[in-house]
């Protein structure tokens, strides 16, 4: 019967993602048809000047420019049912390609600072709850309420000037060396390009998980079975680790696991800020050209990250939530 329901809640989502992504990708088309940009000219660039105008109009014809935009539309609809994403103007390849390439970039940036601010946020939250109402609660949860109201470009911004420019103990910005063939770059070179950018996304995602937390372990260590604990002589770390981890462990993977649309959209400005080649570079500089192509299959992408990660929190939620599991319905 559970699997039954998981089944059933597994395809609904699917079909409320499919309508979600449909009105997505329709949105985001209209923004960047009132973009004033002339993709042909951002294709061509400095050869604007000597390509001839009956050259331009060939080039609008092959990219499908020419058309109206709803016929434009129609036709990167129907490519993206035949599993094509087209062509970017911009990068002058397949969009697929490009989303291969640069995706496997951003997954590292963001899968390092994810795991780094969840176990921080858990263990500042699990130390602010234990706690309540110290000195040490109103310094965690005051740095929290910082951190939530702090953009992630400042936070990038502030560990550039310090650690690259004042100590010089990272690069300044890009994934890799300049000047250096893609075969002589190392691992050291990439983690030491990646240490920054991931700093970044790491601090800004601690305050959710770690207030969350808090939370979590304030409400039990206010039941009964704490106090049980407690009066037979339970205490600190041992009292947690024996009654409370479980409680608040798995609630805090959901939630964590539920803010990858807050991580994909840190990892934009991050990537901007140090010109770190990743997702998030690219689908600027698509919406900056008016790369419909670009823009709409990192749209795609990223939404299907996003539908993932909240997919995952839900089940999550049901797998360690009891009163959902009686219930027999999610």
Request: hydrophobic share 55%; glycine share 8%; charged share 15%.
């Amino acid at each position: 019967m559970q699997l039954l329901n998981i089944g059933k809640f597994i395809l609904l989502r699917t079909l409320k993602f499919a309508i979600l992504l449909f009105a997505v990708v329709l949105f985001s088309f209209i923004l960047v048809s009132f973009s004033p940009v002339d993709p042909i000219q951002s294709y061509l660039g400095a050869e604007m000047m000597v390509v001839s105008e009956e050259q331009k109009e060939q080039l609008a014809e092959y990219f499908g420019v020419d058309e109206s935009k709803t016929q434009q539309f129609l036709n990167w609809l129907n490519m993206f049912l035949h599993g094509d994403l087209g062509t970017s103007l911009l990068y002058r390849q397949e969009v697929l390609s490009i989303i291969q390439e640069r995706f496997l970039a951003s997954f590292m940036l963001m899968a390092i600072s994810w795991i780094i601010s969840g176990i921080f946020g858990y263990a500042l939250g699990v130390i602010a709850g234990m706690n309540e109402g110290s000195w040490m609660d109103r310094a965690i949860k005051s740095y929290c309420f910082i951190l939530a109201s702090t953009p992630a470009f400042w936070i990038g911004i502030l560990l550039l000037i310090v650690f690259s420019m004042w100590l010089g103990l990272f690069p300044i910005g890009l994934g890799t060396p300049i000047g250096m063939l893609s075969d002589e770059v190392t691992w050291l070179d990439q983690i030491k390009h990646m240490v920054l950018p991931a700093l970044t996304l790491s601090i800004i995602g601690v305050s959710n998980i770690t207030l969350h937390t808090r939370q979590k372990v304030m409400d039990v260590f206010n039941t009964e079975f704490i106090r049980f604990a407690r009066a037979k002589g339970e205490e600190g770390f041992r009292l947690f680790a024996r009654h409370g981890l479980r409680n608040t462990l798995f609630p805090a993977i959901s939630v964590h696991f539920a803010s990858f649309g807050e991580l994909f959209g840190g990892a934009i400005l991050a990537e901007q800020v140090f010109s770190y080649p990743g997702l998030g570079q690219a689908i600027v500089q698509a919406g900056m050209n008016s790369d419909v192509p670009l823009l709409l299959g990192i749209v795609v992408f990223s939404t299907l990250f996003v539908f993932i990660g909240n997919l995952l929190a839900d089940l999550l939620y049901y797998l360690i939530d009891v009163r959902m599991k009686n219930g027999e319905t999610i």
